[in-house]
């Protein structure tokens, strides 16, 4: 069985347009494919409609993309893709994240916009390394987080201080109109552009300080960081999936994206 979406969710969705481009960037840039260690599974309501789907690809380089789109008809019209890229185990190099669902509100004929997108970072607030590695990282995200201040019809989203700890200082969460998704699309792009230009040339993590970052250390905070950011107890989003797509299925949603070990053998060049 099948839900039924409108004509608008399913042919005029900047949201779908945006994540579903970027992960097609991001299997080139990085040659993802679907192993044996990977998923390609249809995702069903606790009614047997279809929800969505959950797909998960790797590297030999130890890269690995969790792909999870949402959708349902009612009560609320919603299409929600996200894009969660993991780097190297040990390695420095952010996570890259981009989730946008598109909502079209009963008796409306315009969509609004939930959105999130951030280079999770690989070092704990509190580490000795961490404003070093800030700057190094993410300098070149200022201009592009500061175009969207000025840009009427974005509204801030509330998160919790214990998600917000998890993320950059430059992590954006909104929401919008159809106008104003547009900008949010921008930086979207600004941002895995950001993201691919470290993955290419790491160099910027070979200042001194950086390199006298513990592989353990990082290899302990993300163990400890994924286990946190994706826990039904401190994201109230897992809870308001799991009438779309049930408990099982939003279990194995959180183990991909938990994933405590590698797929692949890490490259370790980029581990500096």
Known sequence: MTSSLSN????????????????????????????????AERLSSPAGLDAGQLITMSNNGGFRLVYVYLHAAAPVAMDSHMIYVFAPYGSLIPHFTVDAVAIEPPGSNRLSFGFHCDLIPRLSADSEFYSQYIEAVYSGLVEAKAKIDAVEGIVEATLKPEQVELMSPHMVAA?????AFAALSRLAVDYFDHWAALVGDPSCFA?????????????????????????????????????????????????CLVD?????????????
């Open 8 to 39: 608008k969710l399913q042919t005029l969705n900047p949201a779908s347009t945006l994540v579903r481009s970027l992960k097609e960037s991001t299997e080139s840039l990085l040659n993802l494919r679907i192993s044996e260690a990977d998923r």
């Open 175 to 179: 929401h919008s109109g159809e106008e």
């Open 207 to 255: 200042t001194s300080a950086l390199r006298r970052v513990p592989e353990l250390s990082i290899l302990k905070y993300d163990g400890r960081m994924r286990k946190r950011m994706f826990s039904p107890e401190i994201d109230p989003v897992w809870d308001r999936i799991l009438p779309l797509v049930g408990e099982q299925n939003r279990s194995k949603i959180i183990d």
């Open 260 to 272: 405590a070990e590698p797929v692949a053998k890490p490259f370790h060049s980029f581990a500096l």
